[in-house]
């Protein structure tokens, strides 16, 4: 078995993954160090619950979060000093709901939820996924904290909009879960880039973007600067390499790689990770710094991920 800790090398990093292509569920991975959220969605799954039900309970943890601030609560607000929201969630049967530019409500993800369940659309927006909330029992909050608005105060002094992607630390979080009847389900959440033009929509809430889950194949999801991420469908297309038989990891390098043709490449960061119905684990970044949660029956791991730079 494979130590708990860090893996850094290629090696460590190739020997990790054959193991885990024995561990066939349950599993949940997420994007950066969201440790909790992991953990949170793994108390799901361990007690026999569904994939759905667990990346649900796992982002709902960073979104209630003050000190997170590129996700509900606590998340920068755009350049007008509005906290904005965006999600969504795809289940094991190819339902997905998602919610955009969605203001004063706590748990994006779970409106997003509703909106698959609830309604016959994919995607709500602004007032009118306001209004939905509220419709459906969601309580309306002051999502702006003091951190975040003294930020947003330094940050007008200059108004210098240089929307480059800290590689080091997280924005997005997006999360995968394979059960223990082999099925598969995903959620990704953001309040999206700090002091953004109002009305921004990055790829978080963008089915086949930031989020796609075919259960017959397997699940990804994107972190990094959403436009980029867009440009290049990228999930879905991790999702799409899956299905001709690549692993996990071979699609999210070639899908980083991919953003190589896009001509403010040494301007941001996008980070992938992704799970197929064997369980084996993907995680690629464009430049160092993405790192990726997982738990199983062994523990909890992170993955230092392996990058196009």
Same mark, same amino acid.
């Given at each position: 078995?494979?130590?708990?800790?860090? !893996? =850094?090398?290629?090696?460590? !990093?190739?020997?990790?993954?054959?193991?885990?292509?024995?561990?066939?569920?349950?599993?949940?991975?997420?994007?950066?160090?969201?440790?909790?959220?992991?953990? =949170?969605?793994? %108390?799901?799954?361990?007690?026999?619950?569904?994939?759905?039900?667990?990346?649900?309970?796992?982002?709902?943890?960073?979104?209630?979060?003050?000190? %997170?601030?590129?996700?509900?609560?606590?998340?920068?607000?755009?350049?007008?000093?509005?906290?904005?929201?965006?999600?969504?969630?795809?289940?094991?049967?190819?339902?997905?709901?998602?919610?955009?530019?969605?203001?004063?409500?706590?748990?994006?993800?779970?409106?997003?939820?509703?909106?698959?369940?609830?309604?016959?659309?994919?995607?709500?927006? $602004? #007032?009118?996924?306001?209004?939905?909330?509220?419709?459906?029992?969601?309580?309306?909050?002051?999502?702006?904290?003091?951190?975040?608005?003294?930020?947003? %105060?330094?940050?007008?002094?200059?108004?210098?909009?240089?929307?480059?992607?800290?590689?080091?630390?997280? %924005? =997005?979080?997006?999360? !995968?879960?394979?059960?223990?009847?082999?099925?598969?389900?995903?959620?990704?959440?953001?309040?999206?880039?700090?002091?953004?033009?109002?009305?921004?929509? $990055?790829?978080?809430?963008?089915?086949?973007?930031?989020?796609?889950?075919?259960?017959?194949?397997?699940?990804?999801?994107?972190?990094?600067?959403?436009?980029?991420?867009?440009?290049?469908?990228?999930?879905?297309?991790?999702?799409?390499?899956?299905?001709?038989?690549?692993?996990?990891?071979?699609?999210?390098?070639?899908? #980083?790689?991919?953003?190589?043709?896009?001509?403010?490449?040494?301007?941001?960061?996008?980070?992938?990770?992704?799970?197929?119905?064997? $369980?084996?684990?993907?995680?690629?970044?464009?430049?160092?710094?993405?790192?990726?949660?997982?738990?199983?029956?062994?523990?909890?791991?992170?993955?230092?991920?392996?990058?196009?730079?």
């Amino acid at each position: 078995a494979i130590g708990m800790g860090s !893996l =850094t090398s290629l090696d460590q !990093l190739s020997e990790w993954f054959s193991a885990f292509a024995k561990i066939r569920k349950p599993l949940v991975i997420a994007t950066w160090n969201n440790k909790k959220a992991v953990e =949170t969605a793994w %108390d799901v799954l361990k007690s026999g619950g569904r994939a759905l039900d667990a990346v649900e309970a796992g982002a709902r943890i960073p979104e209630s979060d003050p000190e %997170d601030t590129s996700v509900g609560y606590g998340g920068f607000p755009d350049r007008d000093g509005f906290v904005t929201l965006d999600a969504c969630i795809m289940d094991e049967l190819g339902n997905a709901g998602s919610v955009v530019f969605l203001e004063k409500i706590m748990h994006p993800i779970s409106v997003a939820r509703r909106v698959m369940e609830k309604t016959p659309h994919v995607i709500l927006a $602004g #007032a009118g996924a306001h209004q939905f909330a509220i419709e459906q029992g969601f309580k309306e909050e002051n999502l702006l904290t003091e951190k975040a608005q003294k930020a947003l %105060d330094a940050w007008r002094i200059k108004s210098e909009y240089k929307p480059k992607i800290n590689v080091e630390r997280h %924005d =997005t979080i997006g999360i !995968l879960g394979l059960d223990q009847n082999g099925d598969l389900s995903g959620a990704c959440t953001t309040s999206g880039l700090a002091f953004k033009m109002r009305g921004r929509v $990055g790829d978080s809430p963008i089915i086949g973007a930031g989020l796609y889950v075919d259960n017959e194949v397997g699940a990804a999801t994107a972190t990094g600067l959403g436009e980029a991420v867009i440009k290049k469908v990228g999930s879905f297309s991790i999702v799409e390499m899956m299905r001709q038989g690549m692993h996990p990891e071979k699609a999210c390098k070639a899908a #980083a790689k991919r953003l190589l043709t896009i001509k403010s490449k040494d301007e941001f960061q996008v980070g992938y990770i992704a799970v197929n119905k064997k $369980g084996e684990l993907g995680a690629w970044a464009l430049r160092p710094g993405f790192e990726a949660a997982v738990i199983t029956q062994d523990g909890f791991q992170l993955i230092k991920a392996n990058s196009i730079f």
